[in-house]
């Protein structure tokens, strides 16, 4: 199929950014690895390049603390090449000042507008908390995924979530007052549920469409006779939310929050049948998460019309080299787009990508500095 958007990250430029003081590189449109000793920056790169795109770090959701140690500010700063023009985006973070974000040096005015205009997608060890964590994890995955083809629900994320913590508000006052305010509780009510109802169709869409494309992944990486499946869990399943609301209210004034809601959904990740947390091996737990990813890298693509980003944080510790190659070999055909991969094993690396005949850059990290 024909994408008629081709994005790709040209430059990166970082100043105080984690353990990174001072940074610039300019990266092939194909395949770019960083190189190094654990412990060195390579995740951070990664990090830096999920920053530019979504507005956050992957890793670590409080933004000063991606600040280098003992400096006032960070900056990350890269070229976007899309099909007919050249984007320049600038993010500044600083201590007691809100984050920054500007597209071509007009900062925006809200966040939600610049997500989803370079979608990207990380595939990180910290993923097996989808599989050992709460629904929480699962919930931010869903969202993730959804919020960077529709803004849509983007905005009715950010509406729900700030109803919900007005209700919860009332509610918790309730209990330290002795003092009900049903009317105000009924108009957060009659708001939260025609976007919890898009929200739950949004989800429960995208999880019939993910399926079938991540059940061929998997078994184009583990061929195998094992059968993977993702099941959405919702209170909404069989329920009106208005109603449930409604009926949940004692046990809501109780327990001062709100009990009920697409906040306290899940994603169930299943193999042969079973939850994936109880049954899978270490093995099977990274390949699911690995095209699970690889899935969502697809129908991103395929909602946007446009490659993301793929980034590839040591995904390859713990595979044997074959499987290595596979996982390469099958994200270096021409389905995906640009792509960075951090690794320890120079020499490995180097031999794979040779082998792959596309065009590379190699990046040697050493404790914050960056060389090719």
């Not at 599989?131 to 629900?153: A, H, T, W």
């Not at 998997?218 to 069989?238: G, N, T, W």
């Not at 951090?342 to 990290?365: G, P, Y």
């Amino acid at each position: 199929m024909f994408y008629s958007i081709s994005m790709y990250l040209q430059s990166l430029s970082l100043l105080n950014f984690k353990n990174i003081a001072e940074a610039e590189m300019i990266f092939s449109p194909r395949i770019n690895c960083f190189v190094g000793n654990n412990g060195v920056g390579k995740t951070n790169l990664l990090d830096a390049i999920h920053y530019l795109c979504l507005c956050k770090s992957y890793f670590n959701p409080i933004d000063t603390q991606n600040i280098r140690h003992d400096q006032e500010f960070a900056m990350i700063q890269g070229v976007f090449s899309m099909k007919d023009r050249e984007d320049e985006i600038m993010c500044s973070i600083h201590h007691n000042r809100n984050k920054v974000f500007k597209r071509n040096k007009k900062e925006y005015e809200r966040l939600a507008q610049h997500i989803g205009l370079y979608p990207v997608v990380m595939i990180s060890p910290e993923d097996s908390a989808l599989i050992m964590e709460g629904s929480e994890e699962r919930r931010k995955f869903l969202n993730s995924v959804i919020s960077q083809y529709d803004k849509g629900y983007l905005e009715d994320m950010i509406q729900y979530n700030k109803l919900l913590a007005q209700r919860n508000k009332v509610l918790k006052d309730f209990g330290s007052t002795r003092r009900f305010d049903e009317e105000m509780l009924a108009v957060y009510d009659e708001q939260m549920v025609p976007a919890a109802a898009r929200i739950y169709n949004q989800r429960i869409d995208f999880t019939n469409r993910m399926i079938p494309i991540f059940q061929h992944y998997y078994h184009r990486i583990a061929p195998d006779k094992e059968m993977v499946d993702l099941h959405y869990q919702s209170q909404l399943l069989d329920h009106d939310f208005g109603l449930l609301l409604k009926d949940s209210r004692d046990k809501d004034l109780a327990m001062q929050y709100t009990t009920q809601g697409i906040h306290k959904d899940d994603l169930i990740l299943r193999l042969n049948g079973h939850a994936l947390k109880k049954t899978g091996s270490q093995g099977q737990q990274k390949t699911f998460l690995v095209t699970l990813k690889l899935a969502q890298f697809d129908f991103i693509k395929e909602m946007n019309k446009a490659k993301p980003i793929l980034l590839l944080d040591d995904v390859f510790d713990k595979f044997d080299e074959s499987r290595v190659r596979q996982i390469i070999r099958l994200v270096s055909g021409d389905h995906f787009g640009q792509i960075f991969i951090s690794h320890t094993d120079e020499s490995k690396m180097q031999s794979i990508l040779e082998d792959m005949a596309t065009d590379f850059r190699l990046f040697h990290v050493t404790n914050g500095s960056i060389s090719d």
